[in-house]
């Protein structure tokens, strides 16, 4: 597919082409992770008072505090330059208390509406145990749900403290605080369980990036990631709308053509160049998994190097990718560092030749949260299918440490995309919590898969399992445990620039 050349600062960027993107309007973080600033910090708020909310959003928004995807950032390549950056959120709970009238609420995504609280969504997620939403140091009870999530972004701790104060000066007589969570990078890329992260992203049309096009795999419309754009069926995303009555001075513009009755006057497009954001705090178990992986792989008649050698190879086969993030149907026996890091070639790979697993494992994480060529038998259908249940992720890994309690590490997990229930929510439910994935019958998704949780054996006492086929012969490995719990979250809308300024207006209602 031809493609169309963009300069990005001293590199040059292509981009397939496809509808023209407003970035000047879209919050940053869709486009990158802000990966120079090392340090975040995810602000949970709530309103106090609905005037001094408003009046505090306009300000940013008339400051141009809240990062874009354009100006002195660069689309498509984390590029952004900035000293900080700001990204701001709203929970459905939290857009009720600016104001958003009843009627616009109904036009949300359902998903949104309830909440990952709401039962029926925590038992999608496998949020039940010990991760149930009553467990949740926040998000899980209408006292602890958050209304705004505020992410900072900043060089160093003492950076990110200045910039928060100086924010929480200026919001203080609005919003209250009720969950702060600090997250970085000084590790690199590397999460919790030492494993590269932040290499597959879906690659959007339309949005320049210096990777090879080989990297990137099908191109996919930028209406899956952000509202108001054609997504993978050709169709818009529902988008959140406001009757024309409610936006007196015109600041949102008007719903596409063919979305309204002919004729009839057209709603205003609140949710055009917004986006969902599914946010999860998940403390990951990181000496129980290499406990466990060390006990399974463990063989007294071999030598103590052939057992570290099959550790690390074990918890390869459960991630399907090496500790550098090389793809294990690429280097099946032996780590290859090198193409670990390197971003040309380390997503560069589909599952075809590997039907059985013996490479890179079905119930792998990596290959269950993409199957890739692999979902159906015709490859491009499979693909093509597959390319409707994709996530950007922006997630940041975290170290708790309490004075006195005991240190937890884990990830803020971040998601974005346009419809919850298609795209997070299914990969979650129906590729990483299902045991049935992939021709298995009781195997879960051995990272992120609601497993067994033995402090809550009345929960779901199943002993499910991972099967390794070629490790180095097969192996059923036995009683796999969860790894990963949830503690707090929500689903957030968090709107383009011209609808954060509507929700700053001063309207009546
Ligand atoms: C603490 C929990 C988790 C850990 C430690 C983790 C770790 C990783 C790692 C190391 C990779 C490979 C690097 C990469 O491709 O960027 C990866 C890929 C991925 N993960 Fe996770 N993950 C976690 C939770 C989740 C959850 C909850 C979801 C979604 C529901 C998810 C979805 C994905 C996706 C879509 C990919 C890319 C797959 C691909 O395109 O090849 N992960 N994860």
New binding site residues.
């Given amino acids: 597919m031809a493609a169309q050349i963009v300069t990005s600062g001293s590199q040059t960027a292509a981009a397939v082409p496809g509808e023209a993107l407003e970035f000047e309007d879209i919050q940053g973080l869709v486009f990158f992770g802000h990966g120079h600033l090392k340090y975040s910090r995810y602000v949970f708020l709530r309103v106090k008072d609905e005037a001094r909310a408003r009046a505090w959003l306009r300000t940013l928004v008339e400051r141009k505090e809240v990062a874009t995807a354009s100006g002195k950032q660069h689309p498509g390549n984390g590029e952004a330059k900035g000293e900080h950056a700001l990204q701001v959120a709203f929970t459905a709970s939290g857009l009720e208390h600016m104001g958003v009238s009843p009627e616009v609420m109904t036009t949300f995504l359902q998903e949104f509406r309830e909440g990952m609280r709401d039962r029926r969504r925590a038992r999608i997620l496998g949020d039940t145990g010990g991760s149930a939403p009553e467990k949740w140091q926040f998000g899980g009870t209408d006292e602890t749900v958050p209304h705004v999530a505020l992410v900072l972004f900043g060089r160093d701790d003492a950076d990110l403290d200045v910039f928060h104060a100086s924010h929480r000066e200026r919001y203080q007589d609005a919003l209250e605080e009720v969950f702060i969570q600090d997250a970085d990078m000084r590790q690199g890329d590397t999460?919790?369980?030492g494993?590269?992260?932040?290499?597959?992203f879906p690659y959007i049309k339309g949005v320049p990036t210096t990777r090879t096009p080989d990297a990137l795999g099908l191109p996919i419309n930028a209406g899956e990631f952000i509202l108001g754009y054609h997504n993978a069926y050709g169709q818009y995303p529902f988008s959140p709308r406001v009757p024309r009555g409610e936006d007196p001075r015109d600041l949102l513009p008007e719903v596409p053509r063919g979305q309204t009755v002919s004729g009839e006057p057209r709603p205003k497009d609140l949710g055009r160049n917004g986006t969902y954001l599914v946010i999860?705090k998940?403390r990951?178990d990181v000496k129980g998994f290499w406990k466990f992986v060390e006990e399974s792989s463990r063989d007294p008649d071999r030598s103590a190097e052939e057992n570290e050698t099959n550790k690390e190879l074990l918890a390869a086969k459960l991630?399907?990718?090496w500790k550098s993030?090389a793809p294990l149907v690429l280097c099946p026996m032996k780590d290859d560092p090198m193409l670990g890091g390197d971003a040309t070639s380390n997503?560069h790979f589909e599952f075809g030749d590997d039907p059985y697993g013996t490479k890179c494992p079905l119930s792998s994480?990596?290959r269950r949260?993409?199957p890739?060529d692999t979902l159906v038998e015709d490859p491009e259908e499979s693909i093509k299918l597959g390319s409707r249940h994709?996530?950007i992720?922006r997630g940041r890994p975290y170290r708790d440490t309490p004075s006195g309690g005991e240190e937890e590490q884990?990830?803020m997990?971040v998601?974005l995309n346009t419809n919850l229930g298609r795209q997070?929510e299914f990969?979650?439910q129906t590729w990483?919590n299902n045991p049935k994935f992939n021709d298995l019958y009781d195997s879960k998704d051995p990272?992120?898969g609601d497993n067994y949780d033995p402090q809550y054996p009345e929960d779901d006492p199943k002993d499910y399992t991972a099967v390794v086929p070629g490790f180095p012969v097969r192996q059923r490995i036995s009683g796999l445990p969860r790894f990963?719990h949830m503690r707090g979250g929500d689903y957030f809308f968090m709107p383009g620039i011209k609808a954060l300024r509507y929700l700053g207006s001063e309207r009546t209602r």
């Fill in positions: 999460e919790p369980f494993f590269r992260d932040g290499i597959s999860r998940l990951q991630m399907g990718r993030g997503n994480h990596v949260a993409n890739r994709l996530i992720r884990g990830l997990f998601a997070f990969i979650q990483m990272i992120a990963v």
